[in-house]
Nanobody, 117 residues
Framework: QVQLVESGGGSVQTGGSLRLSCAAS????????MGWVRQAPGKELEGVAG??????YYTGSVKGRFTISQDNAKNTVYLQMNSLNAEDSGVYYC????????????RGQGTQVTVSS
């Protein structure tokens, strides 16, 4: 059974930073594409970042501010988020992605990120 468990969300002020973690079980993320998608209140699900074998891709609004990485030994994916702004608020989900896209086959329960001024 595949489980993706996110942690690290919270509340932060504009310009602050957060680091999200995603621990995978029943799924070897190093052999697959992993990533993060998010959903803001009243908005559709949006792809944020993806990673495969060290190659990364990002949605335009987070480039230069967010960094996705993975620790194969821990089967964990991370999302370092810097220079956060209100538009980054939402529920962030760890996901097993179809490489190069934002389509996913598995998704975690999500962690809330709230950015306030």
């Amino acid at each position: 059974q595949v489980q993706l468990v996110e942690s690290g969300g919270g509340s932060v002020q504009t310009g602050g930073s957060l680091r999200l973690s995603c621990a995978a079980s029943g799924y070897t993320h190093s052999s697959n594409c992993m990533g993060w998608v998010r959903q803001a209140p009243g908005k559709e699900l949006e792809g944020v970042a993806g990673i495969y074998a060290g190659n990364t891709y990002y949605t335009g609004s987070v480039k230069g501010r967010f960094t996705i990485s993975q620790d194969n030994a821990k089967n964990t994916v991370y999302l370092q988020m810097n220079s956060l702004n209100a538009e980054d608020s939402g529920v962030y989900y760890c996901a097993a992605l179809t490489c190069g896209t934002w389509r996913y086959t598995y998704r975690g329960q999500g962690t809330q990120v709230t950015v306030s001024s």
